[in-house]
């Protein structure tokens, strides 16, 4: 899978990530818009937009 944009956040001391903006606009999330996070390997997660939780 080809690399299109990259950036980098932290985890926070409650374990939540904020998705850079300039991602957020790349893929066109909007607030309170679902993802799925899914583990591909054992130090790898995807996130992906959704628009229901099948």
Known sequence: MPVLM???ARV???GK???PDNIRRQ???QP???VEVK???KKSIMI???ETAR
Do not use: M, T, Y
């Open 6 to 8: 990259r950036a980098f």
């Open 12 to 14: 926070d001391k409650e």
């Open 17 to 19: 990530i904020a998705i």
């Open 27 to 29: 893929v066109g999330l």
């Open 32 to 34: 309170g818009q679902l």
């Open 39 to 41: 583990v591909l390997a």
């Open 48 to 50: 992906s937009a959704r």
